[in-house]
């Protein structure tokens, strides 16, 4: 949440002096949860793990316990285990019916006044009208958002006018070398389809 402010303050022609009771919140032996551990939500874990962080997660499928055990995570059974314990919970999960607005006014309620909400995934997996109620009423400490419906979000949406929310313009991939790399697994899924192979990144598999 800090990062955003702190870069205003530090240019700003009105800053005279930096305070020194301006303190964020550590993530190192904190518990991040993961709801989605597919390919994305493991890339996360092993980052995390880095970070020393407990790492707990919620997936339609447990992961084998090798996987788990080499990234130190958990399985919640449960979806509502995992955000009563978490400090941080990251959704990574396909936009279905089933996910459409999983993250609601009772999932809120049920994360820890101190908790960050964080959304990687797609917009609509969150209920934004409850985030907002969330956000105001201190329910959850705050919020970080690559992605939301619509995008970009109407000027006079509420989410823009609150202090404890960073929105990013859904960049999780920005960069030149992760865009390159899309590019070349979209030609190598059409060249398969083309010559009757196996379709390396199939979506629904037979």
């Known amino acids: 949440m800090y990062l955003h402010s702190g870069c205003q303050i530090a240019v700003s022609p009105d800053t005279k002096s930096f305070a020194v009771d301006w303190l964020g919140v550590e993530v190192t032996r904190a518990t ?3 709801i989605g551990m597919g390919s994305i939500g493991y890339k996360v ?8 962080m407990r790492i707990l997660y919620h997936n339609r499928n447990r992961r084998r316990k ?3 055990e080499a990234v130190g995570a958990h399985y919640c059974e449960k979806m509502e285990d995992l955000l009563q314990q978490s ?3 990251m959704l990574v999960v396909n936009l279905t019916p089933e996910t459409h607005k999983l993250i609601g006014k009772k999932e ?3 994360m820890k006044p101190t908790a960050t909400l964080i959304n990687i995934s797609r917009g609509a997996v969150i209920d934004q009208d409850a985030l907002v109620e969330a956000l105001q009423n201190k329910v959850i400490r705050a919020a970080a958002l690559d992605v939301t419906y619509p995008e970009p979000l109407p000027r006079d949406h ?4 609150l202090n404890n929310i960073i929105i990013t313009p ?3 991939t920005a960069t030149v070398q992760a865009i390159h790399t899309m ?3 979209a030609i190598a899924n059409m060249l398969a389809v083309l010559n009757g192979q196996p379709i390396p990144s199939e979506v629904f598999p037979k």
């Open 32 to 34: 991040l949860g993961i």
């Open 45 to 52: 874990a092993e980052r995390a793990r880095a970070f020393g």
């Open 66 to 68: 090798e996987e788990e």
């Open 87 to 89: 400090d941080f919970v």
């Open 108 to 110: 809120l309620g049920l």
């Open 158 to 161: 509420p989410l823009l006018k």
């Open 170 to 172: 859904h960049i999780g």
């Open 183 to 185: 590019a070349e697994e």
